[in-house]
């Protein structure tokens, strides 16, 4: 994302959170909260990163074999809490008749922002970094620190902290950096908070991401959320709100080829109230 600054000049869009760099120090620090700290012997922490990695390898490749629909906002806004500029975009992730899945959009009115921009590496985050914080193919380029316990919603859960080994110049290779929270029986991720790096010129948000149960099997993601003050140089501050929504997951085997085709649609989606994130398991 590009900030554009009044003087004319051009800006890559920076998204901070409190005007800092975000560590694997300070998410551990913000996220302490209720985390109770474990003896190092009453965790088998290798076991647990060996599975949910394995999981979420597993849960990348099949949200392959499923068609859902994206429904992404971003928003700025003014001192009143009131959206002085807006990207919206409806994405529907389906199957063509040769079984490859590709991303057609539906909804895509012009964009009234006018202090950020999106760009190539925010529609990457939207469809990697974001929803599934650790990508299968990088899980040995991570560094994974076990946290303690904690008790969210209906589940217990391990939390980790997470950091790339190194972390590569190119702003194109994308990264998680933040916190993780494992179901401590499924041992499979839920929920993730933090960010997505390297940021070189550009900022990116600071993001929680739930997931749900789907078909009884795979954690999804169903919900991301950021609400930042983005900090410029010259004291210069955009409030900036991102929702992102995951619905309508239907199951359809094939081999799969992500391509993006149509043209941004006229047809405004249905209103869909806002969530209250969760986290549980379908009851029988």
Not at 29 to 39: L, M
């Amino acid at each position: 994302m590009r900030f554009f600054k009044l003087f004319c000049s051009v800006l890559f869009f920076s998204l901070s959170f409190a005007a800092v760099s975000i560590t694997g120090q300070t998410f551990a620090q913000q996220a302490r909260g209720n985390v109770s700290q474990n003896k190092p012997e009453a965790v088998d922490v290798d076991r647990i990163i060996r599975t949910f990695t394995a999981k979420e390898t597993e849960f990348h490749q099949a949200l392959n074999n499923y068609a859902f629909k994206r429904d992404a906002t971003v928003q700025t806004l003014g001192m009143g809490g009131e959206v002085t500029g807006e990207y919206h975009r409806v994405s529907q992730f389906a199957f063509d008749d040769r079984g490859e899945q590709f991303e057609r959009i539906t909804y895509f009115p012009q964009p009234t922002l006018t202090e950020i921009t999106f760009t190539q590496e925010d529609l990457e985050d939207l469809g990697g970094v974001e929803p599934f914080a650790l990508e299968a193919s990088k899980m040995d380029r991570y560094n994974f620190t076990y946290v303690g316990k904690q008790h969210i919603d209906e589940l217990d859960t391990y939390v980790f902290d997470v950091a790339p080994k190194v972390v590569p110049k190119k702003v194109s290779e994308r990264y998680f950096q933040g916190r993780i929270w494992v179901d401590d029986r499924d041992l499979q991720i839920v929920k993730t908070r933090g960010k997505g790096v390297p940021e070189g010129d550009q900022r990116f948000p600071v993001f929680e991401t739930w997931r749900q149960q789907i078909d009884g099997r795979y954690w999804f993601p169903t919900y991301t959320y950021a609400d930042d003050d983005l900090v410029f140089p010259h004291d210069q501050v955009v409030h900036i709100r991102m929702i992102v929504r995951y619905t309508d997951f239907k199951r359809f085997g094939s081999q799969v080829k992500i391509t993006e085709v149509g043209e941004p649609g006229d047809e405004a989606p249905e209103a869909e109230p806002t969530p209250s994130p969760k986290l549980s398991k379908p009851k029988p």
